[in-house]
């Protein structure tokens, strides 16, 4: 072989490279002519494109052409049949493309098959990003404290109340809101076309406090009316009932179209600033539903009290009713609002990205997005706030089959938080087997004891920690009914505060028994595993994948120097660029199976 390489000034992982590239095995190859022959073809290609022949055999793999397609046998048919040009005149095509695109195969083996050097600059900074999606999950889970709803809702005050508004709505749409509760919203509407014979005088509306200007312009032939309050329907109805004696039919015309303009600013303000947008509208905005304008804002609603109620009674409970529907309607609205912004300006600083083009690909679905669903990449982020483990429960005895429609995240290892039913009410039998999968944080340094108890003998469990040499820390069968596995000497762990711990709890045979995860520690009384923080793995997992996802979109736009509109554009009409679609790019490893190799190729 040394003979070989000199010859052909290959080196030997180089031939290694290329033989199991045409799917033979280096070590049984033998040294014939076909074999010198086909070594000799790699060589030279990747001499006159430059480049080393690790390159040129992952090129060809990305590519999805073949260079050394033979002749075909007959006349071509077609031009796909022209192999020569079809296949090699094509790839180096392509050579050359992604040599002016600036990107180096190494970059497009990462960016398509999510394969990397483990030593190179695409290496995955596990330690870092566990520890950014625990400051996201930690500055969220804050923000939720802060601004957590109250024991009473309705008694909060309206001083409290509105300093929350402001945190999440602009301060002209808060200040409006609050005086619209306050019945102090003033509403001008004006009525065209009136004629200085036909206009309105404030003093024939001097009775109501609620018209509070009416103004006529000779020149513009313009009425104006000012109202204070909402009104409504009925209210209208009560004030043309009053005044229209009084008013010419002409009057009585622009009386009517003024109070319809007021009642229609109110409603208008209400469906733009404060009413919820249709699941799926980007951005989100509103937090009220539309049956919630009449309990807000109209004096005459129907609280059901009883007869006997006194006015100042009534007043009481509707002012109570308002700002407890309100609290309880904006208090989730201001957290998500405020963890989606403490997310979007961590991520954004962590990447170092151009703000517009990270929010805009971190919010918009239609640009990035995750499956399952198409769910933008923030969703993922702000989801690492969550709380419990992620639990799968069998009929088999060893985790085999397919796992019971039950819930899929629960407050803590305990098999007995398993659903009775599955969503549609059908009955789920008892676990036969389970599995726990998560993160878990201790609030202080020291010693940590994990028991697992089985009710049943016959069953057995294992609990494994990532973090540990030997990952697996128990297992054993249950020799009688109630075994706690754990119990032994050595059998602790040292755990630190602010590191999540990867761990995973397989409980199998049963028999119908249940099995539990207990913790204990030095401050801690030993009782159920939701004493410390516990995460989901499936929600880490999630946000891991939309930060890949995320580097890998900004790393392409940037290197091809696309801004955020151009990116926006490109992506939106995907089908005049190729169908090019960046959510498919690899968060995994591919594999090199021919299905995966044509997706990649596609990509």
Do not use: W
């Not at 290496?123 to 957590?148: C, N, V, W, Y």
């Not at 030997?470 to 109630?482: I, K, R």
């Amino acid at each position: 072989r040394a003979a070989l390489q000199g010859a052909l000034g290959l080196t030997a992982a180089e031939i290694d490279l290329i033989l199991r590239d045409a799917g033979h095995d280096p070590a049984t190859a033998l040294l014939t002519l076909a074999n010198a022959s086909l070594l000799y073809r790699y060589g030279l290609l990747a001499k006159g494109l430059k480049r080393p022949v690790g390159e040129l055999i992952a090129l060809k793999r990305l590519s999805g052409l073949d260079p050394f397609a033979p002749l075909s046998a007959n006349p071509p048919a077609t031009l796909a049949d022209d192999h020569p040009f079809s296949q090699t005149l094509a790839f180096v095509d392509v050579a050359e493309a992604v040599k002016e695109s600036g990107l180096s195969v190494a970059d497009l083996e990462y960016l398509l098959r999510h394969h990397f050097d483990p030593t190179g600059k695409h290496r995955p900074d596990t330690a870092g990003t566990l520890a950014l999606l625990k400051t996201l999950a930690d500055g969220s889970r804050a923000i939720q404290a802060e601004h957590a709803a109250p024991d009473a809702p309705g008694l909060l005050s309206d001083e409290a109340l509105g300093q929350k508004l402001g945190l999440a709505l602009p301060a002209d749409v808060a200040q409006r809101l609050l005086a619209m509760l306050s019945d102090t919203a003033e509403f001008p509407a004006v009525a065209p076309g009136v004629a200085e014979g036909d206009a309105l005088n404030l003093a024939t509306f001097a009775a109501p406090p609620a018209i509070v200007e009416v103004r006529h312009n000779a020149a513009r032939q313009e009425q104006k009316l000012t109202y204070r309050g909402v009104l409504f329907a009925a209210g209208q109805t009560a004030l043309e009932g009053q005044y229209n004696p009084a008013l010419s039919p002409a009057q009585r015309t622009a009386f009517a179209a003024l109070l319809t303009g007021v009642r229609e600013q109110a409603r208008a303000f209400f469906d733009k600033h404060l009413q919820k947008q249709a699941p799926g509208v980007t951005p989100a905005y509103g937090f009220l539903d539309a049956g919630d304008y009449d309990l807000l804002f109209d004096p005459a609603f129907d609280l059901g009290l009883p007869p006997a109620a006194t006015p100042e009674e009534v007043a009481q409970e509707r002012a109570r009713r308002r700002r407890g529907r309100l609290t309880e309607a904006f208090l989730p609205f201001l957290r998500d609002r405020l963890a989606r912004q403490f997310v979007l300006q961590t991520v954004t600083a962590a990447t170092g990205a151009d703000p517009v083009l990270a929010e805009s690909l971190l919010t918009d679905a239609r640009l990035l997005a995750l499956p399952p669903g198409a769910r933008p990449l923030l969703d993922a982020l702000t989801a690492t706030a969550g709380r419990g483990l992620d639990a799968a429960f069998f009929d088999s005895a060893d985790l085999s089959g397919a796992a019971q429609a039950a819930t899929p995240v629960v407050a803590t290892a305990d098999t007995a938080l398993k659903d009775a039913q599955d969503p549609d009410g059908n009955p789920l039998a008892p676990a036969g087997s389970a599995r726990f999968q998560g993160y878990l944080e201790v609030p202080a340094a020291g010693a940590y004891r994990c028991h697992v108890v089985l009710d049943k003998a016959g069953a057995a469990a294992e609990l494994r920690f990532d973090h540990l040499p030997e990952p697996v820390f128990l297992s054993g069968p249950a020799p009688a009914d109630g075994t706690v596995l754990g119990t032994g000497p050595a059998q602790f762990l040292e755990l630190k505060p602010g590191l999540p711990y990867r761990f995973t709890l397989a409980v199998t045979n049963l028999n119908g028994g249940g099995a539990r995860l207990l913790v204990q520690g030095e401050t801690l009384p030993r009782d159920r595993l939701s004493q410390l923080a516990l995460t989901p793995l499936s929600a880490l997992q999630a946000a891991e994948s939309a930060l890949t996802l995320l580097s890998k979109a900004l790393m392409l736009l940037q290197e091809l120097g696309l801004s955020e509109r151009e990116a926006r554009y490109l992506l939106t009409h995907a089908a005049d660029f190729g169908n090019v679609n960046l959510s498919e790019l690899p968060t995994a490893p591919v594999g090199d199976t021919p299905a995966e190799q044509a997706a990649a190729a596609a990509r």
